[in-house]
């Protein structure tokens, strides 16, 4: 799971920063979720190691302009390269309305399956690899924030052992690999377990934004390995958050801290922190990790791989 960032400022883009949008990479499937997709966007892929012909999902929080005014374009370049089979959006009511408006106006046909989700908090998507919830946020218009869980998976199974035992191959060793007992015809029984390595216990991140501090922000991120959160503002400027609907750093940080993430990772800064101005991003960072130790800054083209972790390793680390 590889997270790359390609929009990072707030509202309207800069020299240095995109509006929102942030890419999970799955290299183990050849696919790439996007979480957002701000004015831009498929610019942004392009100057990245990013493919758009691995484009399956696409994740929005809500209906803003910095977050959707990218889509239309993006959907039909997929259209026009001819790569994908089928693309699923998911997101608050009236995106699905929002797309067929701009497809009308546009005379945009697209040539491949387009299914758009509208989804409410829970479960929104599973298959056997991850599952992906969602739960509102706190924000001027519905919003919502997403969290993508793998699941767990068994360690590498041990064919010598196994053949040491006399375990014949075939499908007994799939069963094995799953971590299933199975009676072998002379009446052993065999445990999956004592075959298999330490579980590697699947990877885990949360994408808030934008919100204020709130519950949801925190259950989405509990236990997370990255909470990609917005801090719009400094904590210096929190009247403005409350009055905007939007996070400052330290509110961030909270999360964060309540959540017990790994790892914060702010974006959706306002451009108003530039260099030279009375209050810098450098402040904000420092803001945060004056609550959050562990919290990074997102720039645009920042990429981080979430590592894998095995059962004993999380053991030995007390979590």
């Given amino acids: 799971m590889q997270i790359t960032f390609l ?11 995109n509006v929102s949008s942030v890419a999970l990479r799955l290299p183990q499937r050849a696919e790439l979720w996007l979480f957002d997709c701000g004015e831009g966007t498929q610019h942004q892929i392009l100057r990245s190691d990013l493919k758009i012909s691995q484009l399956t ?60 989700h509208t989804v409410q908090p829970g479960i929104i998507y599973e298959d056997e690899e991850f599952i992906v919830s969602c739960d509102r946020l706190e924000h001027r218009v519905t919003a919502f924030g997403y969290r ?35 009676t072998l015809p002379d009446g052993r ?38 909470l990609i959160h917005e801090a719009t503002f400094s904590h210096k400027d929190a009247e403005l958050a409350f009055q905007r609907m939007h996070s400052t750093s330290t509110m961030a940080a909270q999360v964060a801290l309540a959540a017990q993430v790994k790892l914060l ?34 720039y645009d083209f920042t990429t981080y791989e979430i590592p894998r972790r095995r059962e004993k390793e999380l053991t030995q680390a007390g979590v």
Avoid: W
């Fill in 265 to 298: 990772i702010m974006t959706h800064f306002s451009p108003r922190y530039a260099p030279g101005n009375d209050i810098e991003l450098n402040d904000l960072l420092q803001e945060a990790r004056a609550i959050f130790p562990n919290t990074e800054m997102a």
């Fill in 148 to 182: 993508v869980a793998e699941k767990d998976r068994s360690g590498r199974f041990d064919v010598e052992k196994a053949k040491a035992l006399n375990i014949p191959p075939g499908r007994i060793y799939g069963q094995l690999k799953r971590g299933e007992t199975v």
């Fill in 57 to 116: 999902r696409i994740f929005v929080t809500h209906m803003h302009g910095d977050h959707v005014f990218g889509l239309m374009g993006l959907l039909a370049t997929c259209g026009l390269a001819g790569n994908p089979q089928r693309i699923d959006i998911y997101g608050p009511p009236k995106l699905d309305e929002y797309l067929r408006a701009c497809s009308r106006y546009s005379q945009t046909h697209l040539s491949y399956p387009l299914q758009v």
């Fill in 7 to 17: 929009g990072t400022s707030s509202g309207v883009p800069t020299r240095s920063r």
């Fill in 189 to 226: 029984q065999i445990k999956g377990a004592q075959l298999c390595g330490p579980t590697e216990v699947g990877r885990k991140m949360a994408y808030c934004t934008d919100t204020v501090y709130c519950d949801g922000a925190v259950s989405l991120a509990q236990d997370t390995d990255v």
